[in-house]
Nanobody, 123 residues
Framework: QVQLYESGGGLVQAGGSLRLSCAAP????????VGWFRQEPGKEREFVAG??????GYVDSVKGRFTVSRDGVKRTVYLQMESLKPEDTAVYFC??????????????????WGQGTQVTVSS
């Protein structure tokens, strides 16, 4: 069982920034794809960003505002979120895809998940 540890969520005004972190205890983030997803109450968990051998990818609604990056030394993946909007409010999850090094936009392709961190953007 792989434990992913998320941090960095919080309350921010529209136009503000947050950086989410996702850490793994083993050296797995270097070798496998990582995805960021978000979920609003009563809605499906949706893909936000991914990082893998196929580069980085983003859902259209966050392109140009969010950036995913990795720090191999710290074994941490980050999601830098800029110009936040109220519609970005959700619980954000990081996920690890151990079966493939290419990120996927499908939640069912990921094997391990963080506990989620709440991001709230006020208008």
């Amino acid at each position: 069982q792989v434990q992913l540890y998320e941090s960095g969520g919080g309350l921010v005004q529209a136009g503000g920034s947050l950086r989410l972190s996702c850490a793994a205890p083993e050296r797995l983030l270097d070798d496998y794809a990582v995805g960021w997803f978000r979920q609003e109450p009563g809605k499906e968990r949706e893909f936000v960003a991914g990082s893998g051998w196929n580069g980085e990818g983003y859902v259209d609604s966050v392109k140009g505002r969010f950036t995913v990056s990795r720090d191999g030394v710290k074994r941490t993946v980050y999601l830098q979120m800029e110009s936040l909007k109220p519609e970005d409010t959700a619980v954000y999850f990081c996920a690890l895809r151990t079966g493939d090094a290419y990120y996927s936009r499908r939640r069912y392709d990921y094997d391990f998940w963080g506990q989620g961190t709440q991001v709230t953007v006020s208008s």
